[in-house]
């Protein structure tokens, strides 16, 4: 997922939800849209979304909060996704977890002050085989361990 | 549900009861069942009278299946189903309580209390809770869970609101989970950490109210309520505080502060809400005499369980320190007030009459009855004009709002009332709504048209402004007219001309129901190329496209409903758009059936009854002509007095009258006809040049500034009775509390007759309705041991109809045959120009009433707390207004200012304001033309100019100093 952090214009914000609006079923679509284009969904959309769509600021609200992939506010520059779901905890995705946080100094969602990594929990990234996984912006990691994540964060330029 | 005073009837069933006519029969725990088809598992247990544990289903909203409590075992099915989203099916046999399912019950209940705060003796709900009830059911006798993971305050019992965190206990908030109380709206507050997460309360807001304001935010464990998103609050978001959420609560998680502050009620009275022209049915609950608060009756037949922000919340003006307690008299408006005894203030006032009736002659008074007021107390004030001052001077405040509606109705079907019940609307296809705003006027009836625009009925609307109902959430097609002021009977003809042409007609129901003739004569005239829409469309505004489409939408609906307002009745043709409209329902066939008709959303929540009763000076009660001297005779015998055979003075009359000195004396019972009737400075120039006013109100109001006595009045609170709502409902009004005046209001008026001699003796108001059933036939079985019987019932109520009358003119017309009245458009006098280029138009707020003399002195006025004057962005542009800016607002009858607010939701060359604050005065600036049959005021229509302003206007300092003298009282004589 490449996107740009940049303030929400009205205008373009309505026009990301007109390019989507005809489509069936179109709030997914046009929340990934929004989410493409700003790195989040900003609060000021949630109106503008409900009216275009007749729906109301709440419900859109409510699916925004669902998934956890829609974010309120901007992530770091990359986000790294550390699995915790059973077999990863079983291979010690727990201890993983903790030295990762710990050495950002950061809770989960939380990112690196200088902007670079945000770090977020996710449970199964389907690589149950070679736990604990984890993924760096869309690249996914086996076996995972502290230095298999500062090697692909420093590839990928954090 | 908040509502722990249960008689067996009004227990809460869980899921709502299905319209199904077919039944199924099954055995619960043995006990044999017959229910209507579709009924769930647990609403038949509890038709059974077997209660089963549930905590996310309730009767007002649909089954959701959340709360795992609800669990049952049914004879040759696997598991355990829940019971509020199974349906019954024949033979089947289902147990509620066996070990397997009490080992799951108390499993989930363990699960819900591991993650709330066990404050319960210090919880507003101690005693009107579910989780504490259900905890008692299922025998919870312990949690096993470790303390852990919850979201409330580790470090407090119960929680704290934002404030109190902030200043009392800073580290209380170190649980992140932890959200505080939001206590923003003035009524209620919310309290997440008591959340169970059951969304009875998101459901009530989507499936009763309609908002949809409310919902579940995050998933999982994170889940909690929310009001809009995650930046608002309560007060913030799109909430209108209708307190159907917390209604819907099992828990104190949405809790009215009245209860938080004053404790459980302990008894309930039944009575009728005092507002708008719905009627809901509450129930007034109390300890020993003091309200705590008003909750929805579910079986009220008007709202079906719902509330509005006035009715559920805004009753605390009943008890507001304003409120007028002593009889006060002057001798003239000049002096200051002098409190007296009851017995001097009438003696005062019945020396004033008796002078006045000796030198002016008995027709120099007059009365005013109120549309706020009771039935009985409207006809013994109608009854003290013709049975005591022996004249026909009584009239009413519909005569500024629905006055037109009975005329143009009796002259049309043969009655002057709505055609259906409010339920009706649940069977409507279309519904079109013409000069009405029930989401602000009538929010009850709103919600429930709401629901049936949800499930897929079709809206049209007529009306200057964008009104939300035409932003309903989930609403299927809808259409708005967006007319021109003054311009309904064009639009209203244009649709009738576009069904006539295109051959929409329902001819069977024309030629069987109506009068042939006069339909014939009257497709000549409406099929005339100048009622096209093409040809009116530059007048009106309204594209020819859409009426057409509008038009064609509403010949095609199986059953197309009309409701219609004020901005209907309030111009000077208002009387021929009511007929207009009736010739509309008449073309397509929609009366006398449900989900059809006419409707007129009426104002007041007794203005049918006052018309009912006779306040108008041409009619007896029953819209009796005092012409007729049958009726007059039905009277006379029982009253032993002549009774005059020449109609009486309407109010503008009288006051015309009293400005050319023949109009001497005014009895004005719950009116303030200084701030709602049009032309402020006729008016008071009216009441001035009067010897004696009497105002009998529970506050010294504007009107009051003008007059010579003050009779304190009783609220609804305080009184027996009946109200009368728009379906013509009679609901039973019952004593909450004793006057707090001494004296309820039809007590004050029979005193003042007895002061001048009547010799009335009537020791109950149900003696009253013994004397309207008496005399008058569309009333003639009301009693009130019937209304006792059923809650409520529908005018006509008599022989032929012992149980009242849902639905009007099913098999013919109450006159005979349906008469067609040619409808021709006349422009109003009252016309724009250079001058006066704009059109103003008025309406009202949800939040607000009326002239606001109760909503005002309650805190709602948290939402609404001045007029606001909404004008286009294009006129506020030109004239360099902006947002909040005030505003000067000019009209050839006088001037005010306000605020303005810019908005699309008026066309270019409209402005619209609300007259809710005296301050504001938006009758200074109205007119006194008028309805050509009736007098109804035209305030719909003023030509106004709008240009900023940076202070009061003159006649603003002018008239608040009068008020500031006029409202001194002297401190009683020791």
């Not at chain 2, 296809?429 to 919600?447: E, M, W």
């Amino acid at each position: 997922m490449s996107h740009q952090a940049t303030t929400a214009e009205p205008g373009e914000i309505r026009a990301i939800i007109e390019a989507e609006r005809h489509r069936e079923g179109p709030l997914l679509p046009i929340l990934h849209a929004l989410q493409s284009r700003f790195g989040h969904i900003p609060e000021a959309a949630l109106p503008l979304i409900a009216d275009a769509l007749r729906l109301t600021k709440a419900e859109v609200h409510g699916v925004v909060s669902f998934y956890h992939d829609f974010r309120e506010a901007p992530a770091g520059r990359l986000t790294l996704k550390l699995c915790r779901a059973e077999a990863c905890q079983a291979t010690g995705a727990n201890a993983l977890a903790a030295s990762v946080l710990d050495r950002f100094g950061l809770d989960w969602h939380g990112t690196t002050p200088d902007g670079a990594v945000t770090v977020e929990p996710v449970y199964c990234l389907g690589l149950c085989a070679c736990g604990p996984a984890a993924m760096v912006g869309e690249r996914l990691i086996g076996r995972a361990d502290a230095a298999r994540i500062d090697a692909a964060l420093a590839e990928a330029g954090a | 549900m908040k509502d722990f005073i249960l008689p067996p009837k009004d227990w809460d069933m869980g899921t709502p009861l299905p319209r199904a006519t077919e039944t199924v029969s099954l055995k619960i725990d043995g006990f044999d069942v017959t229910v209507p088809a579709g009924t769930s598992v647990m609403r038949a247990a509890m038709e059974a009278g077997i209660k089963i544990p549930k905590l996310c289903a309730t009767d007002s909203v649909e089954a959701f299946g959340s709360c795992r409590l609800c669990l049952v075992e049914i004879e040759g099915r696997r598991g355990t189903p829940a019971s509020c989203t199974t349906p019954v099916t024949e033979g089947m046999a289902v147990k509620t309580q066996t070990p397997r399912l009490a080992k799951l019950r108390k499993g989930v209940m363990e699960l819900y209390i591991s993650d709330h705060p066990l404050d319960c003796l210090t919880c507003a709900a101690n005693g009107d809770c579910e989780l504490q009830d259900m905890a008692g059911m299922t025998g919870l006798r312990q949690v096993r869970y470790t303390p852990g993971d919850n979201h409330y305050a580790p470090t407090t019992a119960g929680s704290l609101s934002l404030n109190d965190i902030r200043a009392k206990a800073p580290d209380a908030a170190t649980n992140a989970r932890y959200i505080p109380k939001d206590d923003s709206n003035p009524y209620f507050t919310y309290d997440p950490a008591k959340c169970i997460v059951c969304s009875r309360c998101v459901r009530a807001c989507e499936e009763v109210q309609g908002t949809f304001a409310l919902t579940i935010e995050g998933r999982g464990f994170d889940s909690r309520v929310s009001f809009g998103a995650k930046s608002d609050d309560a007060m913030h978001s799109d909430c209108v505080s209708c307190g159907a959420c917390v209604q819907a609560c099992p828990t104190a998680t949405l809790q009215e502060k009245s209860v938080a502050e004053l404790g459980t009620p302990d008894r309930a009275v039944l009575t009728t809400c005092a507002y708008c022209g719905v009627g809901c049915s509450f129930k007034a609950e109390l300890n020993g005499d003091k309200l705590v608060r008003m909750t929805p009756y579910k079986h009220g037949k008007a709202n079906r369980g719902h509330s509005c922000v006035k009715g559920r919340f805004a009753y605390g003006y009943a008890e507001h320190p304003d409120r007028v307690l002593n009889p006060m008299i002057r001798d003239s408006i000049d002096q200051p007030w002098r409190e007296v005894s009851w017995d001097e203030a009438m003696q005062f006032t019945a020396a004033r009459l008796t002078k006045i009736r000796q030198d002016h002659g008995r027709k120099a008074l007059g009365v005013i009855t109120s549309s706020r007021c009771t039935n009985e107390e409207t006809y013994l004030v109608q009854k003290l004009a013709r049975a005591v001052f022996l004249n026909n001077n009584t009239d009413t405040c519909a005569r500024v709002c629905h006055s037109p509606t009975g005329y143009g109705l009796g002259q049309t079907f043969g009655t002057s009332a709505g055609t259906q019940d409010f339920d009706s609307v649940e069977q409507t296809d279309l519904a079109v709504v013409i000069g009405a705003n029930p989401t602000d006027g009538h929010p009850v009836f709103a919600s429930r048209l709401r629901k049936r625009l949800r499930q897929g009925a079709k809206l049209i609307v007529l009306d200057p402004r964008r009104i939300d109902l035409l932003e309903t959430p989930h609403m299927g097609d809808s259409w708005h007219l967006p007319l021109r002021p003054g311009t309904n009977v064009a639009v209203v003809s244009a649709l009738a001309h576009v069904i006539v042409t295109e051959g929409l007609v329902d001819m069977d129901f024309i030629r069987t129901r109506c009068d042939t003739d006069e339909f014939a004569h009257y497709a000549e005239f409406i099929s005339a190329p100048r009622h096209s829409p093409e040809a009116t469309e530059l007048l009106t505004g309204v594209p020819a496209a859409t009426l057409r489409a509008a038009a064609r939408a509403y010949a095609a609906a199986p059953n197309g409903a009309i409701y219609y307002g004020l901005g209907v009745t309030e111009h000077s043709q208002g009387s021929t758009t009511v007929m207009a409209i009736a010739n509309l329902a008449m073309l397509t066939g929609n009366i006398g059936r449900p989900g059809t008709g006419v409707n007129p959303l009426r104002g007041q929540n007794n203005v049918q009854g006052s018309c009912d009763m006779g306040s108008f000076p041409h009619e007896l009660p029953g819209y009796r002509h005092v012409k007729d001297a049958e009726t007059r005779a039905i009277f006379e015998s029982l009253w032993k007095v002549k009774i005059d055979p020449e109609p009486g003075l309407r109010i503008p009359n009288m006051l015309d009258a009293a400005v050319e000195g023949t109009f001497k004396a005014l009895y004005v019972q719950g009116e303030d006809i200084l701030q709602s009737d049009p032309d402020t400075h006729h008016v008071a120039a009216g009441l001035a040049a009067m010897d004696c006013v009497i105002v009998h109100d529970l506050f010294l109001n504007e009107t009051a500034n003008y007059a010579h006595v003050f009779l304190p009045g009783s609220s609804f609170l305080e009184k027996e009775g009946t109200f009368t709502n728009a379906e013509r409902r009679i609901n039973r009004v019952r004593e909450v509390m004793k006057p707090k005046n001494g004296y309820a209001d039809w007590e004050v008026t029979q005193l003042l007759a007895n002061a001048l001699g009547a010799g009335w003796h009537y020791t109950h108001p149900a003696q009253i309705m013994e004397e309207i059933a008496a005399t008058t036939p569309s009333f003639a079985n009301v009693t009130y041991d019937l209304l006792e019987e059923k809650g409520s019932v529908q005018w006509p109520c008599n022989d032929a109809a012992p149980e009242g009358t849902p639905l009007m003119h099913v098999d013919g017309f109450v006159r005979g045959k349906g008469r067609f009245i040619v409808t021709e458009y006349v422009a109003t006098d009252e016309k724009t120009g250079p001058r006066f280029p704009l059109l103003l138009t008025t309406g009202r707020i949800l939040s607000q009433y009326n002239v606001g003399a109760q909503t005002r002195r309650t805190e709602n006025n948290a939402w609404h707390d001045e007029d606001l004057l909404e004008i286009h962005p294009f006129d506020a542009e030109n004239r360099g207004v902006r947002e909040g800016d005030w505003i000067r607002l000019a009209s050839r009858s006088g001037e005010t200012t306000l605020r303005a607010t810019i908005t699309d939701r008026v066309s270019p060359g409209v402005v619209y304001t609300t007259f809710h604050h005296p301050d504001t005065q938006a009758n200074v600036v109205t007119t006194d033309y008028s309805d050509w049959a009736t007098n109804c005021p035209e305030y719909k229509v003023t030509a106004v100019q709008v240009a900023p302003s940076n202070g009061p206007s003159d006649w603003q300092r002018d008239y608040a100093a009068q008020a500031d003298r006029a409202r001194r009282i002297l401190p009683a004589a020791e």
